[in-house]
């Protein structure tokens, strides 16, 4: 299904770099969907304050959660405006002059308002969605939240309606004459992020194999 082209505000349009900016709204789902934690950015009493944030994405609204004592959480379901983002590094770009050296990336970020979730079955759903987002086939593996930890937990929604992405790929811009001149090395050098092998709680009971849902994604090595 072809997803629609992201519809910028006044607040989400891209001005610097616009060149780098990506219409596609797959490439808002991509570059979310490959991420493990957000920063959440909120003001507090007139300060701003920002904090990596556990996520996850369902269709067009995204998960945020914590404890229901953070104060984060507390502002950012007080009807405020928020900001969420999530870069990817992919890699630093070596260039012949300091002006153009750079960094290959990935960025979205999000604006709006969140609601804080009451209704214990969306509630639910929502820590599943942020379950499964971070670590994929955990939901039926493990015990559900009772309601005690439910209480100690805030789930909030918001819309991915206000967003915007950025990206950069490829070697330097360099000026034709550091070119011509030849006085320094210019290219990328990648960032690759990858699992490494799992490792057993040291108090699990013998007889325990690692779960396919954890070997598997360790063997993809993504």
């Known amino acids: ?41 909120v003001v507090i009493d007139g300060s701003p304050l920002v904090l990596p944030t556990g996520y996850g994405r369902d269709g067009d609204t995204l998960y945020l959660h914590g404890s229901s004592g953070a104060l984060t959480l507390r502002t950012a379901a007080l009807d405020n405006d928020i900001c969420v983002a999530v870069t990817h590094l992919d ?38 969605v942020l379950t499964e987002h971070l670590a994929p086939g955990s939901w039926e593996h493990s015990r ?40 320094a090395w210019a290219g990328v050098l990648p960032i690759a992020q990858r699992w490494a092998a799992p490792v057993p709680s040291p ?6 194999e690692i779960p396919a849902h954890v070997t598997d994604r360790y063997a993809s090595r993504g």
């Open 144 to 183: 559900k939240p009772n309601a005690k930890e439910m209480a100690k937990t805030s789930v909030l929604a918001m819309s991915l309606a206000e967003a915007s992405v950025k990206m950069r790929g490829g070697p330097p811009a360099d000026e034709d004459e550091d070119i011509d001149a030849n006085t």
């Open 91 to 128: 890699g630093v770009v070596y260039a012949r002059s300091m002006f153009h050296f750079s960094v290959n990336y990935r960025s979205a970020v999000v604006h709006g308002r969140a609601r804080l979730v009451t209704d214990e079955a969306e509630k639910m759903h929502g820590l599943q």
């Open 1 to 41: 299904m072809t997803r629609p082209q992201l519809s910028p505000t006044p607040r989400s349009t891209i001005k610097r770099g616009k060149e780098r900016a990506v219409a596609d709204r797959a490439a808002l789902d991509a570059v979310l969907d490959a991420g493990l934690i957000c920063h959440l950015s």
């Open 203 to 208: 108090d699990l009971a013998p007889g325990w």
